[in-house]
């Protein structure tokens, strides 16, 4: 079974600071990795994704993540954070290979950056 | 840009009702999905829906749910006997199938509350 960890419930940045939110998985094969953001009353907008070659993806909004294979994470980052930022963000999996086409998600991460 | 519209976007019901809850998916999307977030925890997968029949579905989606995609735009997840606990944010989602990294676009979701 295909599951992620996102082990903060909240992180707090302030404003011109990097930002890291983490998130680890477990799948038995190779994953597909995503992160969304939901802001107040919306739907999961998606952020960024990683298939498969270079570690760093970039995404929307100057957001970036890192896979790390050995660590079994996916860490989203920012160089320096935005007060409109402040969202609650997912990461999901969805593993290779199995034709299964639904995403697991985390149980997110809320975003405080401070102006 | 395209969206997923879902409608109502708050429904009050006595428990022991039959809801229905609605989504126009991406015209052009092949796969649909519905979700739902239970207030403060993670986004659960119920279902998936492909070539007009359920695809995978969760521990989550017992009997007292249906899907149906009626008339080729809508698509329509039914609770049959509303209990206290279905009370949640329910959102439908759509993909192209065009790759195996599979990105969803989400509705702004409707919010269930069972009294």
Redesign the interface.
């Known amino acids: 079974a295909q599951s992620v960890a996102q082990p903060e419930d909240q992180v707090n940045v302030a404003e011109g600071n990097p930002l890291t939110v983490k998130c680890t998985y477990s799948v038995s094969g190779n994953p597909y990795l995503f992160w969304y953001v939901q802001y107040p009353n919306r739907g999961l907008q998606f952020l960024l994704k990683y298939i498969t070659g270079d570690n760093l993806v970039k995404g929307s909004y100057g957001f970036e993540a890192e896979f790390n294979k050995s660590q079994t994470s996916f860490h989203l980052k920012k160089p320096s954070a935005l007060v409109s930022d402040s969202a609650l963000y997912f990461c999901a999996v969805q593993e290779e290979d199995t034709g299964r086409r639904a995403l697991t998600f985390g149980s997110g991460t809320r975003l405080q950056v401070q102006p | 840009e395209p969206e ?1 519209t879902q409608t109502p976007s708050h429904q009050v019901t006595q428990m022991g009702q039959e809801v229905i809850l609605r989504c126009v998916p991406i015209s052009n999307h092949l ?1 649909f ?1 519905w ?1 739902r977030q239970i207030l403060g ?5 119920l279902v ?1 829906f ?1 070539n007009n029949e359920i ?2 579905k ?1 521990e989550i989606f017992d009997d007292q749910f249906s899907v149906e995609r009626p008339d080729g735009s809508n698509f329509t997840l039914k609770i049959r006997s509303t209990k206290l606990e279905d009370s949640a944010m329910y ?1 439908c ?1 759509s ?1 192209d ?1 065009s ?11 409707s919010r269930l509350t069972v009294l």
């Open positions: 997923v796969y999905y979700y925890q993670k986004v659960e997968f998936s492909y695809s995978e969760s959102f989602a993909s199938g790759s195996g990294a599979n990105v969803l676009t989400f509705g702004a979701g």
